[in-house]
């Protein structure tokens, strides 16, 4: 499930260049979790 969100965040990161500090924000709960 771990590859299924990096996937999404990796989209995420394409469509949006500018959310790049929300998905910083993501990864790291994701890795806190």
Known sequence: MI??????IQ???EVRP???V???T???RI???
């Open 18 to 20: 500018g959310s790049e």
């Open 26 to 28: 993501t990864v790291q």
């Open 11 to 13: 989209f995420l990161a």
């Open 3 to 8: 590859v299924l969100v990096d996937l999404r």
């Open 22 to 24: 929300r998905i910083g």
């Open 31 to 33: 890795g806190r979790s």
